[in-house]
């Protein structure tokens, strides 16, 4: 049996991030929402990549992956949990007009802070940095394409396509997708009513043994777990 997955921890509360740290990439389990507060840093993970500064927001779901490239001067950043009104929302980045209320708040009650930042929040329009950007935007897309076709369409040099994405998103395109179709699949397992071949199938996996080896690569868990977890809860 396959080891479960290691996911990295996005603990709550102030974190403080030194000049010019580097955090590879990694996945977190638990879904959260991170405020800058002071300096800033670019973020490349499962749903873009940005560049943050005071006041901006990133809301991260379950099970996505991320690198963080922070700044000279480092990064003070308040971590609290993805309020619920959010929870099913497609925009990663925002702002909040306000983000000392929320560090006051959350050393009462961090609760009630994440719910003011569920208020607070303000979506931020996408807007891709470069290549790498725009070809993870298409990847996010599962649309089959294959990458050679991709670079000539796009004027990238075959050889400079893959060390280009790993260098800003610190993954292969092949991996970076491979990640989006399991989070797909696992998002869809939970939702119910579909039967798992037709996951599959729509997903572009080779079959559902392939789709059931990525979701439970990806979480630890298979699609019929999730959903039957999810089935229980909905019964409660």
Known sequence: MASPPCFAAAPLGLLDHGPGELRDRHCHNDAFVAVVLEGGYQEAGDEGRWNVRPGDALIHHAYESHLDRFEAKGARVLVLDLPARLAATTVVRGHVADPDSLVRLAER???AASALFGEMFAAAAPAALDWPDMLADDLRRLSPFTLADWADDKGVRP??????FRSAYGCTPKSYRADVRARAAFAAARLGGEPFADIAH????TDQAHMTHAVTGLTGATPGW???RQMGTRQR
Do not use: A, I
């Open 226 to 228: 999730w959903r039957r």
């Open 202 to 205: 729509r997903l572009n996996f």
């Open 159 to 164: 050889e400079t396509l893959s060390r280009g």
């Open 109 to 111: 009650d961090r609760r």
